[in-house]
């Protein structure tokens, strides 16, 4: 008796996993992008009430990260500091902003000081997460070229995101270090300060004009650089917690830190760098 012949194996017509993450980002980005650039180019309170809600997002995540549950009573002494300090900081009261900001951090730590550490952890959300969305309403709504700022500090850090995707996917090579990310590579880091200094310069020339396309480069390189640390900072605290993806909450990019870690930094540096030059040369704010 002859054995029947092997049935044909059927062709596995479903899009890998890698490629369905790479379209749920692209399909994601769609979406936000042109709803970001909406609100920063209205300013004012629908340019707050965006900062608002992402930082709240992110110290919902941050909180359940560090102590293992949601709405925990450090979230609620948080996200009521940033409801003050926002909404201060929309009104120009900035000195008020940052007070509240030092006292939610505070109470974080008291209520969630089930060990020093774990109150440390939780308390470092204040000036890690709510003083950069400050930062980042006195940028847009209380300096000089306020929109054309702003806009050059978000579509740099897109651009360094992507760059540094592109060129990890592309070139691979080393990585940089197991302990801080598994995945990610030194060809990556340098995807992304060339993306930050190409399109830094294209937006400087384009919203500002000619004069500033050398500072623009230099400055796009710098917020790449800034974007790609504060991407590699919170790998380093995933991992610390055992997390490879903070949450779900924007599909293909994990949760709100996932996608403004780069954005947390670059924002730091891009307004203490900003606030250092109207020091320097008394622009007005």
Known sequence: ???????????????????????????????????????????????????????????????RMVE??????????????????????????????????????????????????????SAFAAPYLIAPCIALIWLRLSTSYGLELTLILFVTVWAADSGAFLFGKAIGGPKINYALSPSKTWAGIGGGIFGGAVIGGV??????????????????????????????AESAFKRNFGLKDISGFIPGHGGALDRLDGMIFATAAMTGGYFLYMLLSKVPG
Not at 73 to 101: D, E, R
Not at 105 to 119: E, H, I, M, T
Not at 213 to 232: F, N, W
Request: overall charge neutral; aromatic content about 10%; some cysteine.
């Open 68 to 121: 293992g549950r949601e709405f925990s009573a450090s979230f609620f002494a948080l996200a009521g500091g940033t409801v003050i300090a926002l909404f201060t900081a929309t009104i120009g009261a900035y000195g008020i902003a940052f007070v509240a900001t030092l006292i939610s951090g505070g109470g974080a730590f008291v209520l969630s000081r089930r060990d020093a550490r774990l109150g440390l952890w």
């Open 203 to 232: 937006a400087g020339f384009v919203l500002i004009g000619g004069e500033a396309v050398l500072l623009s480069l230099l400055a796009g390189a710098a917020l790449g650089a800034a974007s790609v640390v504060g991407d590699l």
């Open 1 to 63: 008796m002859t054995n029947p012949a092997p049935a044909a194996e059927k062709l596995d017509t479903r899009t890998p996993p890698s490629t369905r993450s790479l379209l749920l980002r692209f399909a994601s980005a769609l979406i936000l992008i042109p709803l970001v650039i909406g609100a920063i180019y209205i300013g004012g309170w629908v340019f707050a009430v965006l900062a608002a809600l992402s930082c709240l997002t992110m110290i919902f995540e941050w909180t």
